[in-house]
């Protein structure tokens, strides 16, 4: 069983650019999460996919967008980037497309916007 | 807006002590609660998990106590070893939306 995992890493971009992250979900799952985290804070939820569909969302702004694909990986998007998307971002996939089901973390990718 | 707060942004023991780390949670109807461990460079990883209609539940060395009358959530870690040097979160689940987490605790372990 592979876990959840994430590319790239690290990531450097300049404000007003755009910006694709991408996750693999573990073996079996079927719903993607993610997250934003801000240094010395919390994940921050951005949004979930389930089965391709958008499945709830969090206080996001529309440039944050994201795609599921029919193998269950996932993609977030950010368009015209700030300086303060600057973080580190989560993804978790879990099965069923609850809000209650158990998550399980990729490492996540670090975002800098200079 | 709900959030998640924790008591203690540090938590420093001694290797062997038992640790207790503590959460207030802010939404009466979240029934549901999740406390992580975030290593450093590393995702989150799930601890231990309760539900609204327990008070207590137990793991391996770890211990989950839920006071839903003061919207208090703890974690209690048995004879804490220096790989539970982390941050822990909290995370609430309230109805009808995804989980909300707490900013973090760190936990040190002193030898």
């Known amino acids: 069983e592979t876990g959840v995992t994430q590319s790239p890493t690290h990531l450097i971009k300049t404000r007003g650019q755009q910006v694709t992250l991408r996750c693999s979900s573990q073996?079996?799952?079927?719903?993607v999460s993610w997250y934003q985290q801000a240094l010395g804070q919390g994940p921050q939820f951005i949004f979930q996919?389930?089965?391709?569909?958008?499945?709830g969302r969090g206080n996001f702004p529309p440039r944050f967008s994201g795609l599921q694909f029919p193998n269950y990986s996932s993609e977030l998007n950010v368009n015209a980037l700030e300086l303060d998307d600057s973080a580190l971002y989560l993804c978790?996939?879990?099965f069923g497309g609850g809000a209650t089901d158990t998550q399980y973390f990729g490492p996540g990718t670090r975002l800098t916007v200079l | 807006g709900e959030s998640v707060g924790l008591h203690l942004p540090t938590l420093s023991v001694q290797e062997g002590d038992n640790s207790i780390i503590n959460c207030a949670y802010s939404?009466?109807?979240?029934?549901?609660f999740i406390w992580y461990k975030q290593e450093s460079g590393k995702g989150p990883q799930f601890i231990i998990d309760?539900?609204?209609?327990?008070d207590k539940r137990q793991g391996q060395r770890v211990t989950v106590l839920l006071n839903k009358t003061v919207k208090h959530l703890s974690l209690q870690i048995a004879a804490t070893q220096p790989g539970d040097s982390a941050v822990y979160f909290c995370?609430?689940?309230?109805?009808?939306?995804?989980?909300?987490f707490g900013p973090g605790t760190r936990l040190s372990v002193l030898p």
């Open positions: 978790a996939s879990s």
């Open positions: 073996s079996g799952h079927n719903t």
């Open positions: 996919y389930y089965r391709e569909e958008e499945n």
């Open positions: 939404n009466s109807a979240s029934d549901y």
């Open positions: 309760i539900r609204s209609n327990m």
């Open positions: 995370a609430e689940n309230p109805p009808w939306q995804n989980f909300v």
